[in-house]
């Protein structure tokens, strides 16, 4: 689908490497420029004191489809030859911060020049502009904390939960490939590139715009409170007999027949949105004492004629062997680079279907090896072999 468009990715972690995967995956050829040792990424699981995988799974699911070139990024030659990629690319993406970014003559002003037709694409903490846009920031603190949801999503009176990692960085990527693909278009039509921006704060806000606009509009929302005193007993979670829970959304008192519990259905505590809140913990006890009847398992089949939306709430190792999850594209075979087969990994936010029905747009690779290609990217600029090996004996590329 993208087969043709040429993308530059100069970013670290996973917000902006994430988004010129989705655009790899899509066909578009993406060229990894890092540092000598390596995007910061590669290190994580090693901090984290994981040392044991066969490969870094959180790594390759960041930078599958790409191709590696690695360099002394403080280097002249090294920006020479960045500013000769950029020259034909179509895309340029990266997370440093906006002042980095003008030092190292990566700016959209600066590089409009040499290229106007580039999608100039920064995917940041806080921004480009204002007070704290030069910040350094991680979906934890810029996504999570800062933009209120972690409020939002806390307990009354509980202590905050930490996001898992790099959902936020995830959220926010999509976002930015939206904003990419409108700006490649544009340029289709107008011959004139564009600077796509978002951060983490911003993608957060609209995460929890919900919330966001009835603060703007009223000046106040309602806080989270425990389970058992939700102001909407009908949509909640409910105990099974062995110890699992039910995620349900009781839209309609008519629809809960299938509950077994017809007794309910003339219950004026059930009757009106007014009544259920009134007694929301009345109605919560009833129904958790409902739903302790069953096993999750039992529940699964009693449920499935149901008129109102519900889901057992699974932990990870069900969601990778769910048959709904495998039909709906969740995950995709992923080829080991050295050849030897595939593994299953997490697929892409959007699919794409052939004419058959067959999932297009597969991954192709794994994430690459540090500087894996430089030799290759170089020759298709131009440059000699004498020239690539001087580069390397004096630790210009790797």
Not at 23 to 33: C, M, N, P, Q, S
Request: net charge negative; charged share 20%; proline share 6%.
């Amino acid at each position: 689908m993208l087969e043709g468009m040429k993308v530059i990715e100069m970013a670290s972690i996973a917000a902006g490497p994430v988004a010129a995967t989705m655009l790899a995956e899509w066909g578009a050829d993406v060229i990894k420029i890092e540092p000598l040792d390596g995007d910061r990424g590669r290190y994580i699981m090693q901090g984290l004191g994981v040392k044991d995988l066969p490969f870094d799974p959180d790594l390759d699911l960041h930078n599958r489809n790409k191709k590696s070139l690695a360099l002394d990024l403080g280097t002249p030659e090294a920006h020479e030859i960045i500013e000769t990629l950029m020259k034909d690319a179509d895309v340029f993406i990266t997370n440093m911060l906006s002042d980095k970014l003008v030092r190292r003559n990566l700016d959209w002003p600066y590089l409009s020049k040499i290229n106007p037709r580039l999608v100039h694409a920064a995917i940041s903490g806080y921004g480009s502009t204002g007070p704290d846009a030069q910040q350094r920031a991680i979906d934890h603190t810029a996504f999570w904390s800062r933009s209120g949801l972690a409020h939002l999503m806390t307990v009354k009176g509980a202590e905050p939960t930490p996001i898992r990692r790099a959902m936020g960085d995830r959220i926010t990527a999509t976002g930015l490939v939206a904003g990419i693909l409108a700006a490649y278009i544009e340029v289709q039509r107008t011959g004139r590139g564009r600077a796509v921006e978002t951060s983490l704060l911003r993608s957060a806000v609209f995460v929890g715009g919900a919330d966001m606009a009835m603060q703007v509009a009223v000046g106040r929302v309602g806080s989270s409170q425990p389970r058992t005193a939700n102001v909407n007993p009908m949509n909640g979670f409910y105990p099974t007999s062995d110890g699992r829970w039910i995620a349900a959304n009781l839209t309609r008192l008519e629809f809960l027949d299938v509950l077994g519990h017809p007794e309910i259905l003339t219950d004026p505590r059930f009757q009106d949105a007014a009544s259920r809140r009134k007694h929301n913990t009345e109605v919560i006890e009833i129904l958790d004492n409902i739903f302790r009847e069953r096993t999750l398992s039992e529940w699964n089949v009693q449920l499935q004629t149901a008129e109102f939306s519900w889901a057992p709430v699974q932990n990870t190792a069900e969601v990778v062997n769910d048959p709904q999850a495998l039909a709906a594209g969740a995950f995709v075979d992923v080829p080991y680079n050295d050849g030897r087969g595939t593994y299953r990994g997490p697929a892409m936010p959007v699919g794409f279907l052939n004419d058959d029905g067959s999932q297009a747009a597969q991954p192709t690779s794994q994430c690459p090896d540090i500087g894996q290609h430089t030799d290759q990217i170089l020759a298709s600029i131009g440059y000699s072999g004498d020239r690539i090996a001087q580069l390397r004996s004096r630790k210009v590329i790797r």
